[in-house]
């Protein structure tokens, strides 16, 4: 689930941020193998957009699995 939590980011300006508990993989959502969540930061104005959870060497394995399972037979 996502919720929405009003927040400040580094600046100090207020900000809403989602924060997901989990991470969406092959279409299910599990929780990242690494303990800890980051923030993702704006590139444009250096705001803190979101806390997304740390994923490791496993869940990136699953995640690169699943998208070619996706694209298997797909042709362009």
């Given amino acids: 689930m996502i919720d929405a ?3 400040t980011d580094r ?3 207020a900000t809403e941020a ?3 508990r989990r991470m969406i993989i092959g ?3 599990l929780s990242g193998s690494e303990r800890g969540d980051f923030w993702l930061i704006s590139l444009g104005d250096g705001r803190e957009i979101v806390r ?3 994923a490791g060497a496993a869940d990136v394995a699953a995640a690169v699995s699943a998208a070619r399972r996706a694209f298997e037979g797909f042709s362009c």
């Fill in 11 to 13: 600046a100090g300006r």
């Fill in 27 to 29: 279409g299910e959502l």
């Fill in 5 to 7: 939590v009003q927040t």
């Fill in 52 to 54: 997304v959870p740390k």
């Fill in 18 to 20: 989602r924060q997901p």
